[in-house]
């Protein structure tokens, strides 16, 4: 091809993609340079959207290695020869470093590759570069915007620059919805990537806590992280979430998944999966924090799934939602699990310890500190790193019975639901501590812009069943639309 600045990558699907790549319409190779190309035409200029962090320095020549296994043998699969980006939380054993966004973890290498993008190198992608996020994962101190990290700056919300992006995945979400590469990984520990793809109209899947393996990324809490795909598509984020699932002895949280087997996400993608569904809506969830128009896109889309075929029962109420306070589990399990994960980091890494990390910073306030470090340092200093505090086995204990058993075990019970429906990532309130599942598709847009989703929840595992629901009411609605990438002011 002589021009491969001319081909259209807007809204490409993976599917898509690799029909143009077995065409030889294009090659990952000059698939790779137009993003690169996109990334510095916008990201770094025009509305500076600030999405990607790092650029992998070897992209090109794996391309050219994909390239030339591609003539030689074929395909692997669906992911050959496809970049995507990874959170800066997520090991990579090459040139990129993984600091979470943070100054003080710049210069930390470590050495080899998260689980999770072993499986996606196997699988034939292409790792394109890091994704900015919210500094610790929105774990660092109060007041501090999600998007922000004093290594990175702060990301844009490309459909209005004047608006949240959302986080700690924000880099992630923006990037895709930019269509600065094909699909990215986000990490979830309450809303990380629900609340992102939420505001860059695309489709975020938090899988079940235990579903993907969470070895080599660095954590914030062991019993709610969770990684997972964010896309543009219900299709091309079923396509990652099958390449990424499966056991990992490093992760003993995987354990389930050794006895159910892997799995192929694809299979769900069918037409009339809404048909019979029972989907509840929690109508007490906090719904009164809705504006009128996010009220109107978030009942069009129950409209659209009661044409589909979807039994809605209106109102399916979460009798413990009103209950569900203030945890201090995040906080007691951040200093224990980070510092285990700083103690892996190959010789010579120059952070060891929580309290290493609030040192640097201390001595770089100009740079580390524009908003401070107030959760770190209550991390270190009003926890014991043990988990043996009386607050927080009692908040471990009480965050399930409120949330997955009388929660939403209940309240599916109760109705005999398939799945709950939230407006946004509203549910991430719930299913984050229950360590559940969700899928986040794009339901419409605001008077000023602003995307605007609907969640699909359900029991742990359920991701067949939240696929389904998902792909039929994307395939029925079909509202997402790129970013103009002009600017708003």
Same mark, same amino acid.
Request: hydrophobic fraction near 40%; aromatic fraction near 6%.
């Given at each position: 091809?002589?021009?491969?600045?001319?081909?259209?990558?807007?809204?490409?699907?993976?599917?898509?993609?690799?029909?143009?790549?077995?065409?030889?319409?294009?090659?990952?190779?000059?698939?790779?340079?137009?993003?690169?190309?996109?990334?510095?035409?916008?990201?770094?200029?025009?509305?500076?959207?600030?999405?990607?962090?790092? %650029?992998?320095?070897?992209?090109?020549?794996?391309?050219?290695?994909?390239?030339?296994?591609?003539?030689?043998?074929?395909?692997?699969?669906?992911?050959?020869? %496809?970049?995507?980006?990874?959170?800066?939380?997520?090991?990579?054993?090459?040139?990129? &470093?993984?600091?979470?966004?943070?100054?003080?973890?710049?210069?930390?290498?470590?050495?080899?590759?998260?689980?999770?993008?072993?499986?996606?190198?196997?699988?034939?992608?292409?790792?394109?570069?890091?994704?900015?996020?919210?500094?610790?994962?929105?774990?660092?101190?109060?007041?501090?915007?999600?998007?922000?990290?004093?290594?990175?700056?702060?990301?844009?919300?490309?459909?209005?620059?004047?608006?949240?992006? !959302?986080?700690?995945?924000?880099?992630?979400?923006?990037?895709?919805? &930019?269509?600065? &590469?094909?699909?990215?990984?986000?990490?979830?520990?309450?809303?990380?990537?629900?609340?992102?793809?939420?505001?860059? =109209?695309?489709? !975020?899947?938090?899988?079940?806590? !235990?579903?993907?393996?969470?070895?080599?990324?660095?954590?914030?809490?062991? =019993?709610?992280?969770?990684?997972?795909?964010?896309?543009?598509?219900?299709?091309?984020?079923?396509?990652?979430?099958?390449?990424?699932?499966?056991?990992?002895?490093?992760?003993?949280?995987?354990?389930?998944?050794?006895w159910k087997g892997q799995s192929d996400y694809t299979k769900y993608?069918?037409?009339?999966?809404?048909?019979?569904?029972?989907?509840?809506?929690?109508?007490?969830?906090?719904?009164?924090?809705?504006?009128?128009?996010?009220?109107?896109?978030?009942?069009?889309?129950?409209?659209?799934?009661?044409?589909?075929?979807?039994?809605?029962?209106?109102?399916?109420?979460?009798?413990?939602?009103?209950?569900?306070?203030?945890?201090?589990?995040?906080?007691?399990?951040?200093?224990?699990?980070?510092?285990?994960?700083?103690?892996?980091?190959?010789?010579?890494?120059?952070?060891?310890?929580?309290?290493?990390?609030?040192?640097?910073?201390?001595?770089?306030?100009?740079?580390?500190?524009?908003?401070?470090?107030?959760?770190?340092?209550?991390?270190?200093?009003?926890?014991?790193?043990?988990?043996?505090?009386?607050?927080?086995?009692?908040?471990?204990?009480?965050?399930?019975?409120? &949330?997955?058993?009388?929660?939403?075990?209940?309240?599916?019970?109760?109705?005999?639901?398939?799945?709950?429906?939230?407006?946004?990532?509203?549910?991430?309130? %719930?299913? =984050?501590?229950?360590?559940?599942?969700?899928?986040?598709?794009?339901?419409?847009?605001?008077?000023?812009?602003?995307?605007?989703?609907?969640?699909?929840?359900?029991?742990?595992?359920?991701?067949?069943?939240?696929?389904?629901?998902?792909?039929?009411?994307?395939?029925?609605?079909?509202?997402?639309?790129?970013?103009?990438?002009?600017?708003?002011?």
């Amino acid at each position: 091809m002589s021009d491969p600045m001319s081909f259209e990558v807007i809204e490409a699907t993976i599917t898509s993609m690799q029909a143009a790549l077995a065409a030889g319409k294009i090659t990952s190779r000059e698939l790779v340079l137009i993003y690169l190309d996109r990334i510095a035409t916008h990201d770094k200029n025009g509305l500076t959207i600030n999405s990607v962090l790092s %650029i992998n320095p070897d992209a090109i020549f794996i391309a050219d290695a994909l390239d030339s296994e591609r003539a030689a043998q074929g395909i692997r699969g669906p992911l050959h020869g %496809i970049p995507i980006l990874l959170k800066d939380n997520i090991n990579s054993g090459d040139q990129m &470093c993984t600091s979470a966004g943070s100054l003080a973890l710049a210069g930390s290498y470590a050495g080899e590759d998260a689980t999770v993008v072993q499986r996606l190198r196997e699988a034939g992608a292409i790792i394109l570069g890091k994704a900015n996020m919210t500094e610790f994962a929105n774990f660092m101190t109060d007041g501090m915007p999600s998007g922000y990290s004093s290594r990175g700056g702060q990301v844009l919300n490309p459909y209005n620059i004047s608006k949240p992006t !959302g986080g700690s995945s924000a880099g992630s979400g923006a990037a895709v919805a &930019c269509n600065f &590469c094909m699909a990215s990984i986000g990490t979830e520990t309450s809303g990380s990537i629900l609340n992102p793809a939420n505001l860059s =109209s695309t489709v !975020g899947i938090k899988p079940t806590v !235990g579903l993907v393996s969470r070895s080599g990324v660095l954590p914030l809490s062991t =019993s709610q992280d969770t990684v997972g795909p964010i896309a543009r598509t219900v299709t091309d984020a079923a396509i990652v979430l099958t390449a990424i699932a499966g056991y990992d002895a490093e992760d003993v949280a995987t354990g389930a998944m050794k006895w159910k087997g892997q799995s192929d996400y694809t299979k769900y993608l069918v037409r009339g999966g809404l048909e019979g569904a029972r989907i509840g809506i929690p109508r007490d969830y906090y719904f009164e924090e809705l504006t009128d128009e996010q009220h109107a896109i978030f009942n069009a889309a129950v409209e659209a799934m009661k044409e589909r075929g979807a039994m809605i029962v209106d109102a399916a109420d979460i009798k413990t939602a009103r209950r569900i306070g203030y945890s201090s589990v995040v906080l007691n399990e951040f200093k224990s699990a980070i510092n285990a994960y700083l103690s892996k980091l190959p010789a010579g890494a120059k952070m060891r310890t929580l309290k290493e990390i609030i040192a640097f910073n201390n001595e770089h306030p100009i740079e580390a500190l524009r908003y401070g470090q107030t959760t770190l340092l209550a991390a270190e200093t009003t926890t014991s790193g043990t988990m043996t505090e009386t607050a927080y086995l009692r908040d471990r204990a009480n965050d399930l019975q409120l &949330c997955k058993i009388e929660g939403i075990d209940a309240t599916l019970a109760e109705h005999q639901l398939d799945a709950l429906l939230f407006p946004a990532d509203f549910g991430a309130r %719930i299913t =984050s501590r229950a360590g559940y599942p969700s899928v986040i598709v794009p339901a419409g847009y605001t008077s000023e812009g602003v995307p605007f989703g609907v969640t699909f929840a359900g029991a742990a595992y359920s991701e067949p069943a939240l696929i389904q629901f998902a792909y039929d009411y994307e395939q029925s609605s079909l509202v997402r639309k790129p970013p103009s990438l002009k600017s708003y002011l």
